[in-house]
């Protein structure tokens, strides 16, 4: 055999179970957003760079974007997020929406990184926003929708957490610790790079941003506060509504969450997997008041995350809560060609049951019997029919039921009751 | 204002409304293909240019798409097409997949077109293919996979027809013709461009090409003779199997139809719409023999179509058959928020209602309740609830009708069933 051409490093191949698993995912995700009232809307999969440039930050435009000039020499960016394209959409129209705004989306993105467990070049990512609305309330119902998400998947709060935190507070305590305005979005960032690097390294990376071994210790104490949320009222607030709205149990607050994008202003938040085996987080976001004005529409506050297909995958994968025996099967039923001449009418067979509202395969030409029961087998139909000369002389259809290999022959007008008995009485075991 | 970031030429933003439309279409899809046994696929959206560089013909890769280099200086192509990756991906596990294969799939493409009215630089397309059956009775259960999809859009025969013909009948006939072996490729491509050329400049290219003034006339006899299908034995036996799956009205023989690709090899298909406004193809296709050697797997057989998003959306409209008002509310109920005191309470409402089983979206905030059931009149919804201090004093909740106008308290655990009755009561008008 020749060599195969490889595919795209980074990029995945989705054979039907694959499919499936990413189907069952988006009917989850688009279950629980609408039951929050959220409408589904999408944008382009290129963007000009000049969208991302201002605010998502520079190692995710600059390092890990997909670029490339088009014929005209403007660079074109494969979007790696959404949010700058929500808000454009958002500013193109303000006028004629009404906010407050629910949409949410499911689609591809593309970030230039080194492929490994957990992580693809090409992978889907789930959005979900509310904007026009700036309170802690508003950020607790994006919250409930995760969390109502990883419920409708079957993980409980020992396997997931919602790790809560506000930007506001902690720029007020960095402020009390010394840091100036200009030192606090490099904290920031090394806030969120704890976790990836080792300790030494990491207070090393403090310490050349300018932190005293003082400070230094200071925010290591900060950073091990669980009660500091007393302090942000908008933080109370918001763990009231999460009450109300009954995920308290999925949602805890972690002042070491601060999240890597520069454009958040207030509370952020990020799902983790309880494992030790997933160290990346399951999805992020945050309060982020001041794009839609960057981007040229008039101001108006926003909050939402992203969830990437892939973590959330593997935990679900880990945890045993993919569906087990998802059902894709390409039909329940296959017709079956007895010889040359009975070909017509077993097409008419197919097309007769498809118009009662069967899912029907045929086998595409004559061939041994045994070798087409084989082939439903493999495709995992429930019954297969078989119309030869004698079935054809009393007008009959020869019904084979693959589950008890029970065969019989009915009028053909019956056929599709007969089917519907045999799919009703359950899957093979 | 400040100037919005612009979008990049050619792709589309899709708003709730629009992206309704799509999601209505891709159900279409799937409805049709599982009701013949397909199953859903789907390939990465970047592939390596050498899948494309053997088969796909010079405008498609050349002229047509989006190329870069990567990081490796590997040329990456933004698929303009998916059979390649289908081959790609039949190829990589011959040996473990069952035969006939049905696949189907609906995602992204893009090619660097001039954007105008039926095209955009970034569309979606549906394919279905039939893989590992040479006989022309595949051909027609692909082509009857078609006919049955703008059957269930609502369009008739008198609105949209599938043009067919067989390369390996025209390879024959313009052998006859006196062309040689050499010439024939170009002159499919010449076919292929009658439409999209004035007669005269259609002639030069003729003449160009080498045929004589006889030839060319007699090349226009035979793009002429509407009897010639029944010169082929594949074409005859084609048209039985349509029958036999009660399409015929929808089909017809044209011998101009060739298809622009190069790996076509025998029976190929295209979906034309009736009305002049429309003069694109809504979909085409072909059986290809030799791609899946040609991607380095064993040789296969297979047939297939491609259906783009863009031309069938316009004549839906152009015929009225999509859908008129799309189901686009976002939530059916819209739980208000009376005052500050009683914002928790309706939070705890919504998640009761959910977890009931219904679509509820809460007004985040307090604000004048006016203003709340205006903005749930825009949204859409059918129902709007009210906790104040009253109703909170007795245990109920006041349901406001949106329809009639009419407004009840009932006790909290009586809610959702009223909010039923409600909605089953109909839709407004």
Redesign the interface.
Known sequence: ????????KG??????RE??I??WLYNKMRQVS???????????????I??YAAKSGEELVKEQS?V????SD?L?TLRPELTPTLM??V???QGQL?F?L??WSYG?F?R?ERPQKGRSR?FFQWNID?IG?A?P??D??IV?VMA?FYKATGLMPEDVNILVNNRRLMDEELNELGLTSEQRPEAFRLIDRRDKLAPEAWRDYALDLGLSPEQFDRLLALLENLELWKESDELVRFF??I?????SEYVRYDPQIVRGLDYYTGIVYEGRASTPKIRRALAGGGRYDNLL?D????PLPGTGYAMGDVVITLLLEETGNLPKELD?S??P??VTVFDEES???S??L???L??AG????????PAKLGKQFK?AD??GARVALVIGPDEKAQGQVTIKNLLNRDQFSVPEREVSQHIREILAGGKPS
């Open positions: 055999m020749k060599n195969i051409i490889p595919s795209v990029t995945r191949d989705f054979y039907p499919m499936s990413r189907t609408e039951s929050f009232g959220y409408q589904e809307y999408e944008g382009p999969l290129l963007e000009n000049d969208l997909f490339f000039p088009d014929r403007n074109i454009r959409m500013a193109q129209r009404h407050p629910r949409w591809p593309w230039y090409e509310l609305e309170s309330e508003a607790a119902e409930a109502s009231e509504a009450d109300a709205l009954g995920v004005a981007v040229g529409g008039n894709i390409p039909a039923v296959l070909l017509l009418a097409y008419k197919t097309a007769d498809r118009e069967l899912k029907v395969a045929c086998y595409p030409v082939y493999r495709i």
